[in-house]
C-alpha cells in the first residue's frame, strides 16, 4: 500500500522540532518508506516546514483556536506541512489540501479531519501573509537569540545573512584530481548537458547551475567526483600539504576533507583522520574506499591525548566542532536544534581541542581552524584569544581576505556556504 508522503512528512517534523532529532538522520529513514518522484517531494516538504516554521507556526495560531497538543501534536505539523504547500509549492490547492488531511489516518488522527480540513481550506481562502509588525522570529524565520547575535555581530549585514539562509543551496562538485583532471571533467559535465554555472580557481570547486540526482554525474561510482559544498573545499587548499609530511585531520567525519586532502596531496603523505564518534569514523572509511584513497583512522577524543602514537605533525586541520550556523540553508534543522546556551560550550570545547592538538604539531609546522560557523564568538576571538595566551603562535594571512583574523565567508558569498578559516604556524624559536 503506498504511503502518504504528507503524514511521513508531519512525522520526520515532528521528531526534529519536538523530540530533538536531526535531519539528517531521521529523513533518509522516513524515505525508506517510499520511491521516486515521492522521496524528492518528502524531502522538498520537511525542508520547507523547516525553513519557514515560525511562520507556519504564526498561520496556525491565527486560524485553530485551541492548539493540538499530547497526542495530538504530530497533527499539528500536519497542519504546518499543508500551509506549507498551500503557500509555497506549485501543487494545486486541493490536490495540497486533500492528501494533506488524507495524512491523518495513518497518524492515527482520523478524528481530527475536519479539523484539519477546515483550518486549511480556510488559509487558503484567506490567504494570510505575515504582519509588518510581527517579531523579528516570524518575520525572518530564525530564533530570536540567533538573531540578536547576528545583529551584534553584523550590524550592516545581518538582515542579508538571515535572507541568504532561507535560499536553497546550490551543489558544488570536488573532482578527484588523483583520477582525472578538472578541466577534463567540466568537458564530461558539458558533455552530458549538465551545465555548470562557476569555477572557483583557487580550490577548483565546481559550482552546477541547478543541482542534479548524483546517479546522473559521470564517474561518480567510479570515485571521479564528490559532493562538496565551495567553502568546505577550501581546507584542503589553504592546508597546502607537502611531499613527505605527517598529517591529522581532526574532527574528520564525515571524511570530505580528509579525501579532499589526499586527492590533491603528493602519494607520498601520511595522514591520520580522527574522530570521536565511530559510527561516523565508519562514514569517512566508506568515502575513502569509493575513492581508491587511504588513511588511518582512529576514533579518539580530539581534545586529549590518549589515541595518539607520540609522532607530531607537520599539518593539523582542526575542523572544530561548532554551531553550524554557516549552514542553515543546507541544514534548516540547526535553527531549531541549536539553542543559545550550546554556543558557549562549543566555544569552551573549541579551545579544549585547539589547545591540545597544538601540543601535537612540529614546531614549523601549520594547523588550519576551520568551522561552519559566522559566530565572531566561534572563530575570529577564539583564534584572537589563541594567540594571546600562545607566544608559539603566529597567524598566517590568507589572500581571500583583508582581515586582520581569518577568512570569514558568509552564507551565499560567492554562492558557497558560511565558514571560517584561519591558518597559524608553530614558532621554531620557542
Known amino acids: 500500500m503506498k504511503k502518504n508522503v504528507r503524514a511521513l512528512a508531519a512525522k520526520c517534523c515532528f521528531a526534529v522540532v519536538d523530540k530533538g532529532r536531526s535531519l539528517a538522520d531521521e529523513l533518509p529513514n522516513i524515505q525508506e518508506h517510499v520511491d521516486g518522484k515521492d522521496k524528492a517531494l518528502l524531502q522538498e516538504i520537511c525542508y520547507g516546514v523547516l525553513r519557514y516554521l515560525p511562520e507556519l507556526e504564526s ?3 491565527q486560524l485553530i483556536e485551541k492548539p493540538l497538543t499530547g497526542k495530538q ?3 499539528h505539523f500536519l497542519i504546518l506541512v499543508g500551509i506549507y504547500q498551500l503557500k509555497y509549492m506549485r501543487i494545486p490547492d486541493h490536490a495540497a489540501v486533500a492528501e494533506t488531511v488524507n495524512g491523518a489516518k495513518p497518524l492515527k488522527q482520523f478524528h481530527l479531519k475536519n479539523l484539519i480540513n477546515g483550518v486549511l481550506r480556510n488559509f487558503q481562502r484567506q490567504q494570510l501573509s505575515i504582519p509588518a509588525t ?3 522570529a516570524i518575520k525572518y524565520n530564525h530564533p530570536s537569540w540567533f538573531i540578536k547575535k547576528l545583529q551584534m555581530g553584523y550590524p550592516n549585514t545581518w538582515q542579508e545573512i538571515l535572507s541568504a539562509n532561507m535560499e536553497k543551496p546550490p551543489m558544488w562538485l570536488r573532482v578527484n584530481q588523483k583520477r582525472t583532471t578538472v578541466d577534463e571533467y567540466q568537458s564530461r559535465l558539458l558533455d552530458n548537458n549538465i551545465k555548470i554555472k562557476h569555477l572557483d580557481h583557487f580550490s577548483k570547486a565546481i559550482c552546477l547551475t541547478a543541482p542534479i540526482d548524483v546517479n546522473k554525474l559521470p564517474g561518480f561510482f567510479d570515485g ?4 562538496q559544498d565551495g567553502a568546505a573545499q577550501q581546507a584542503a587548499a589553504l592546508l597546502a600539504v607537502k611531499p613527505d609530511e605527517h598529517v591529522l585531520d581532526c574532527c574528520a567525519a564525515p571524511g570530505g576533507k580528509t579525501c579532499h586532502i589526499l586527492e590533491i596531496s603528493p602519494n607520498n603523505i601520511d595522514v591520520t583522520a580522527i574522530d570521536i564518534d565511530q559510527t561516523r569514523l565508519d562514514r569517512v572509511e566508506e568515502n575513502l574506499q569509493r575513492l581508491s584513497l587511504r588513511a588511518t583512522t582512529v576514533a579518539g577524543d580530539a581534545s586529549k591525548s590518549d589515541w595518539w602514537n607520540g609522532k607530531l605533525f607537520d599539518r593539523i586541520l582542526l575542523d572544530a566542532p561548532c554551531s553550524g550556523t554557516g549552514v542553515i540553508r543546507r541544514h534548516p534543522d540547526i535553527k ?3 539553542k543559545a546556551p550550546d554556543i558557549e560550550n562549543l566555544v569552551k570545547l573549541q579551545k579544549q581541542i585547539l589547545k591540545n592538538v597544538w601540543s601535537l604539531l612540529k614546531p614549523g609546522g601549520t594547523l588550519l581552524y576551520a568551522t561552519c560557523s559566522i559566530l565572531p564568538e566561534e572563530n575570529k576571538e577564539q583564534i584572537q584569544n589563541f594567540i594571546a595566551t600562545n607566544e608559539d603562535a603566529k597567524l598566517i594571512p ?4 583583508k582581515q586582520d583574523i581569518g577568512w570569514q565567508i ?4 560567492q554562492a558557497m556556504d558560511g565558514f571560517y578559516y584561519a591558518k597559524l604556524e608553530k614558532n621554531n624559536n620557542t
Not at 558568509?410 to 558569498?413: G, V
Open 224 to 227: 571521479d567526483v564528490s559532493i
Open 73 to 75: 501534536r504530530v497533527a
Open 398 to 401: 590568507l589572500a581571500q581576505t
Open 59 to 61: 498561520y496556525t495560531r
Open 410 to 413: 558568509l552564507p551565499n558569498e
Open 134 to 136: 510581527q517579531p523579528d
Open 336 to 338: 531549531w536544534l541549536r
